[in-house]
């Protein structure tokens, strides 16, 4: 992760609050890594589409997870992450399309979750099944896509991006995710249900590579790993840092990331970086769709089009709904 050079000192002006993601650096441990809590951008995208709870928490990590990652890309592109198992939550899907646009959606089998909460299993595991995790890079038309896959290995989003950072990236990682409910008044004294999540991604960085090194990950089926290297003092000192953080401190509006890093770090010499907004902004159009739409036979047309002969699309990230004539996307 590359650092802008417009460095403060905690405790100067400048907090980044929701919704900003904030780079940072520990000097005295070669860390550098981002913080983030999200509130309003968060529970925009789930209130939109009132996700019972299980799936809404699911899809909070999720983006978290690609908000802490996708800010970190050079380029203009976008960063998805994904999963597909064969739980009762089937698919997630959070997009980030640099520098600062997310959506993200959530695929769920209704029957199969109220089982599933009936019988109390509505650990992250329990609801993603067996399957994957995927990481794809996309820079563009005339680019060729990166993806990354591991395997839903893990009971938590947390230890399966711990996994992938492990074999793709082969970077020192420790990811932190938190996710919580706040019920409280708005200024008119109306009760209020809002969601909010915090995370971290810290990463040894350090000038020689060899000290990045770490032991080979087990093979599978129970099997050891062939050999176990020590972790460089300095990143084991962070990591145990960074392990002691409470989920409620990732996701407290009063603690806030300044405040939690410094908690963790100032004895090492921390700094953060001016923080990168994220906004809740899909990506479809009424242009885009038309253009799908247009690539349909009339035979498709037909068949898709309603007793009134309009064709009606809604989008699964945004739920907008776009409404054409079906005559608008006749092939010529």
């Not at 399957?131 to 990354?148: E, P, S, W």
Request: hydrophobic residues 40%; charged residues 25%.
């Amino acid at each position: 992760m590359m650092m802008a050079e417009n460095a403060l000192k905690l405790g100067e002006p400048g907090f980044a609050g929701d919704d900003h993601v904030l780079p940072f650096q520990v000097e005295g441990l070669d860390v550098r890594g981002r913080a983030v809590q999200l509130g309003p951008m968060l529970d925009g995208i789930l209130g939109r589409h009132d996700y019972p709870a299980p799936v809404a928490r699911l899809l909070a990590e999720a983006i978290t997870l690609t908000v802490l990652l996708g800010t970190s890309l050079k380029f203009e592109g976008k960063l998805i992450v994904q999963t597909k198992g064969d739980g009762p939550v089937d698919l997630l899907v959070a997009d980030f399309a640099a520098p600062e646009n997310v959506r993200a959606y959530a695929r769920f089998d209704q029957a199969a979750l109220d089982a599933a909460i009936a019988a109390g299993a509505t650990e992250p595991h329990e609801l993603l099944g067996k399957g994957i995790l995927a990481f794809t890079i996309d820079q563009g038309a005339h680019t060729q896509r990166y993806q990354g896959i591991v395997p839903l290995d893990g009971h938590t989003l947390e230890e399966i991006a711990g996994v992938y950072f492990r074999q793709s990236e082969q970077i020192p990682t420790k990811v932190r995710l938190g996710v919580a409910e706040l019920y409280d008044r708005d200024a008119a004294g109306k009760a209020r249900h809002r969601w909010r999540a915090g995370g971290m991604v810290a990463q040894f960085l350090p000038q020689a590579p060899e000290r990045m090194r770490q032991a080979d990950l087990p093979g599978g089926d129970g099997e050891e790993a062939g050999h176990k290297i020590a972790d460089d003092d300095n990143w084991a000192e962070a990591k145990a840092m960074v392990e002691t953080i409470d989920a409620d401190e990732l996701t407290d509006p009063n603690v806030g990331t300044e405040r939690l890093l410094f908690r963790l770090f100032h004895e090492r010499g921390v700094r953060v970086y001016q923080p990168q907004q994220v906004f809740d902004r899909c990506s479809c159009s009424r242009e885009k769709l038309k253009g799908v739409l247009s690539g349909l036979s009339a035979e498709e047309i037909a068949h898709t089009a309603d007793d009134k002969g309009e064709i009606a699309v809604t989008c699964e990230f945004c739920s907008t709904t776009y409404r054409f004539e079906a005559a608008e996307v006749l092939p010529q």
